[in-house]
């Protein structure tokens, strides 16, 4: 494909958001036509996690997404070298329903 035929798309972005939310805490959940995805901060001194945004997507958005953090992560760790998860494998994912309604682990 020819450079010219490649399609140009415009983005609008505003300053606030711009600026970005930190977050160090997703949670995922699902039906059978939409993932909602909770950013969320989990900060020390905090009785609960706070959500900075959520976006719900359709899941053949969600897959695409995958895609994406799955290319940039292999573009990024060939550059700066593999990303280092605290030498354990993390839990990819979790029931809310496993929690209490205090905050802690049942």
Do not use: C, W
């Amino acid at each position: 494909m020819d450079n010219n035929d490649k399609k140009q798309m415009s983005i609008d972005l505003n300053p606030e958001v711009a600026l970005g939310k930190y977050s160090n805490l997703a949670i995922i959940s699902h039906s059978h036509s939409e993932f909602i995805i909770d950013f969320a901060e989990i900060l020390p001194g905090l009785p609960q996690p706070k959500v900075q945004s959520r976006i719900v997507m359709a899941p053949e958005h969600v897959k695409r997404l995958l895609a994406a953090l799955n290319d940039n992560i292999g573009k990024y760790e060939s550059q700066f070298g593999t990303i280092i998860l605290d030498g354990v494998a993390p839990k990819a994912t979790f029931n809310l329903a496993d929690f209490n309604p205090n905050g802690t682990k049942s």
